[in-house]
């Protein structure tokens, strides 16, 4: 009867297995069932095929005592399992519990990926928008360039014709002095006096309109240097940054 021992231990060393199976793979997969009948069917089984063997093996005294030993040792054994069930429960449990962890892990993932999503999506087009801005500010500057090169040079001819007006004004000027003198030879010496003084006012202030400097290092050669608006030889090329005063 050896045979049936064998059978039922292993039986028994069979069910222990695949409630330990039934565990390890409870926690690595959730739709793992445990399949109550293998189980107990396998345990009772190799039980009493363990002791039907045992109790047909040795003698009737020493069946008698190995039976009492067998029903003890089935006895531990069903405590024993009684104790991996509360175990597998309290298990269960714990995976139910980290289960719903994970989902709503999961949850929150799916909603941090969604927000980096629209992020992104948000910075693509602020970049675009900031180079469109970069091209219009560089096309702007362009022009503003051209109109800078533009107004001096404007300015230039502006001066150059003031000057000349100021030089053909101060020859009219000294004409029309002249030809008064002339006319009013006869006058008294004071009226003399008043028109010589007048024709130099003119003189001084037709030279003083007539200055002009071609950059700030003539400017300060002559001493003039910085140069105020309307002061005699401002101009703009002399004053870049347009704040009034130029040869800073």
Partial sequence: MD????????????????????????????????SKKIFFSTLIGGILLFALGDAFTDSPPQNVAEHEETIEENEKLTAANETLESENKELSEEVTELETTVEELSEEMEEYKDSVASLEEENEEVDEEKDSL????????????????????????LETAQSQQASAEASTNESESSTSSNDDSDSGSTN?????????????????????YKNCTEAREAGAAPVHRGDPGYASHLDRDGDGIGCE
Avoid: H, M
């Fill in 3 to 34: 045979f049936f021992i064998t059978i039922g231990a292993f039986s028994i060393f069979f069910a222990v297995c695949y409630s330990i199976y039934y565990v390890i793979r409870k926690i690595i997969t959730k739709d793992q069932k445990f």
């Fill in 134 to 157: 970069n091209k219009e500010i560089s096309e702007l500057e362009e022009e503003n360039d051209d109109l800078d090169d533009k107004i001096s040079s404007l300015e230039e001819e």
């Fill in 192 to 212: 003399n006096e008043e028109s010589s003084d007048d024709s130099s006012s003119n003189n001084t202030e037709s030279s003083s309109d007539n200055v002009y």
